[in-house]
């Protein structure tokens, strides 16, 4: 039992659902299936983000331009596809948008493992830097005309009701994606070679390098692979909205890094679990999504967040602090 | 040595970019209005840069910088603009003016010493504890005016935002002042010099005896007093207070920082160097304003300034070590 209480995922579990069952308990219109889907699918961008922030975050280090990928990455997307490709299909938007944040993340890697600076500040300058170049030189129009074919998945669903008052609630496929991108990051975390040398590095970069782990290789995935999970989830944005804004996605991005911390992964490197993160997603989406429906104004979500943020990080720097007293 | 060559090589990009924006706006950037303008405008950035440079030092930052100066600027809005009877007399509008600043200023001190506490006694690392006391704060302010701008600041109040000592704009000799004290607070006071030992070796800090948590917390409210003075001089400038205003500014003061030599890590960084960078990014700034280029242009050369800053950095880093 002690053991389960040291788990930061294990608290963190059992506050979401305290918080769940209180909610529920004010309003019980939060269990309609209407709103348990509008969860699911507010949970969909901001998951496939954060499993990537995970990933950097285990490594050491903090990326703060995935944001700005993102937009730049949802916003070329669909001008491309527009110019040249209007009758082209979903998997060609992914792969263009995926491609776009790829490069772009290469960018960051270059920087992070070529020069060995750190990713908070890398990203600093590349976020300004991308985000200046899509506004100054490609455009900020928004695009309403999106291709056919993300229009028609913006519609695709995998669960579909017809709620107490007649309204039809779905359950977008795109879920699917979110599945799938946890079970890769799950998989790699566990399973490979690439996923130790990630926790290696975020625990002691030198004894990483003198145990034979290639640093750089590992650095240049890890900012690829957040370049086009960003670039996978700015297509999806915009199929959600059914537009291209250059203005949307960047400034959600300490949100984000909240999420993956409050699941527990620390922000020093070397620890943190999918699960936990997306509990973390759960819990920041639950928040901000239910305020209204318990009957808080939303000018107070601002303050919520920002308690959830400081209260759960007192309690994992309180926790490390009592179990080094434990050990000396 | 070195910090003084990366401060001459530092001083030589703002001379050029200096140079370079005098050619492509011929008549219009060498004049006195340009320079008086851009004397009344880098100040705010210049200050919250310096308070982002307190936090860097000893290797943490402050997310909540902005939100501090905002913070303290309701507040201030609140008290001139509700408190204040309207049919005040001109004394005593001085009074309340005083007032507002000395409660500005204390919401600073006590908002930096609450990030102090959670970062050095609680043990929040930097960035969170200050990402969410800005959430807090913001959070507060946009209860407190319902997402409104508190407008209509008294005249007396806003000379300190808009008008000149001799030939001095007042926002840019706060500035100057700022900088002084903090000149002097880290090169010639043990709090300076033990600050940066913080940031170069924590370890070596603790078992040296330096009492790191009281230092910390001191750091991290000066930091805190001032934001709270660029958010005087902000909302002097500009005749109001809200709860979201400027929150660009943060990652351009971290910005401002590492371009002016303050290592991110901790343990570097001086005035005279952040001072030389908020200026470069100033004449780059107003330069391209000129030219008519849109801010988000500007946007895209201030990150591509910073990262080609520290590409230079890292090859004549490598340089040196290779030819020793």
Request: charged share 10%; with cysteine.
């Amino acid at each position: 039992m002690k053991k389960l209480l040291q788990q930061h995922e294990f608290v963190v579990t059992i506050v979401f659902f305290l918080v769940v069952i209180l909610i529920g308990a004010i309003n019980p219109a939060f269990f309609s299936i209407g709103n348990i889907f509008s969860l699911l699918k507010s949970m969909i961008i901001r998951g496939i983000l954060a499993l990537g922030v995970l990933i950097v975050i285990i490594s050491g280090n903090v990326d703060i331009s995935f944001t700005a990928i993102s937009a730049f990455a949802m916003y070329t997307t669909s001008k491309i596809m527009l110019a040249l490709f209007p009758e082209g299909g979903l998997l060609l938007a992914f792969a263009i948008g995926g491609l776009i944040g790829l490069l772009l993340g290469s960018i960051n890697a270059s920087f992070v493992a070529g020069m060995k600076l750190p990713a908070l500040i890398v990203s600093l300058g590349t976020s300004s830097a991308i985000r200046g170049f899509m506004l100054a030189f490609i455009g900020v129009k928004i695009i309403n005309n999106l291709p056919a074919s993300l229009i028609a998945y913006s519609r695709s669903y995998i669960a579909k009701f017809t709620d107490a008052s007649g309204k039809i609630v779905t359950l977008p496929s795109a879920i699917i994606m979110l599945i799938a991108v946890t079970i890769i990051v799950w998989f790699i975390l566990r399973y490979t070679m690439l996923g130790r040398g990630v926790y290696a590095l975020g625990g002691d970069p030198v004894s990483t390098e003198r145990a034979g782990f290639n640093i750089k290789a590992i650095q240049y995935f890890i900012y690829c692979f957040m370049g086009f999970l960003s670039g996978i989830a700015g297509v999806l944005h915009s199929v959600f909205m059914r537009n291209a804004n250059p203005f949307d996605i960047v400034g959600t991005e300490l949100i984000v890094i909240a999420s993956v911390v409050l699941g527990g992964a620390s922000i020093t490197g070397g620890k943190g679990t999918v699960y936990g993160t997306l509990l973390g997603v759960a819990f920041t989406v639950l928040i901000e999504n239910s305020l209204i429906i318990i009957g808080v104004p939303s000018y107070w979500q601002k303050v919520v967040i920002g308690l959830i943020i400081v209260v759960s990080t007192a309690a994992s720097a309180l926790r490390e602090k009592f179990a080094k007293l434990e050990i000396s | 040595m070195a910090a003084d060559r990366s401060i001459l090589q530092l001083l030589l990009i703002a001379i050029v970019v200096f140079i370079i924006m005098a050619l492509l706006n011929p008549g219009k950037f060498l004049t006195l209005l340009n320079i008086e303008s851009m004397a009344y405008q880098f100040p705010e950035l210049g200050i919250i840069s310096l308070g982002m440079m307190i936090a860097m030092l000893s290797g943490g930052i402050d997310l909540s910088i902005v939100s501090i100066a905002n913070m303290a600027s309701i507040l201030m809005g609140l008290i001139l603009t509700k408190m204040m009877p309207q049919n005040a007399a001109n004394n005593q509008i001085v009074l309340f003016v005083a007032f507002a600043l000395l409660i500005s200023l204390l919401t600073g001190l006590i908002s930096g010493l609450i990030n102090g506490f959670l970062i050095a006694h609680v043990g929040i690392p930097a960035i969170l504890a200050t990402l969410g006391t800005s959430q807090i704060l913001t959070g507060i302010a946009i209860v407190i005016t319902k997402g409104y701008a508190v407008p209509g600041f008294p005249e007396i109040f806003l000379k300190i935002g808009n008008s000149k000592l001799f030939i001095f704009p007042i926002p840019f000799l706060v500035f100057l002042a700022c900088a002084i004290v903090l000149f002097f607070l880290l090169q010639k006071s043990s709090f300076g010099i033990r600050l940066y030992l913080i940031g170069t070796n924590i370890k070596a800090s603790v078992f040296s005896g330096i009492k790191v948590k009281s230092i910390l917390m001191k750091s991290y409210a000066l930091t805190g007093v001032l934001a709270s003075i660029a958010g005087i001089v902000m909302t002097a400038r500009t005749n109001s207070a809200k709860a979201d205003y400027g929150s660009s500014y943060v990652l351009q003061a971290v910005l401002v920082a590492v371009l002016g030599g303050v290592n991110p890590a901790g343990g570097f960084g001086s005035v005279i160097g952040l001072s030389i960078a908020v200026l470069s990014l100033q004449f780059l700034s107003s330069g391209f304003n000129m030219l008519r280029f849109s801010n988000f242009a500007t946007e895209f050369t201030w990150g591509m300034f910073l990262l080609l800053i520290m590409g230079i950095n890292y090859f004549q880093n490598k340089r040196i070590k290779s030819s020793k």
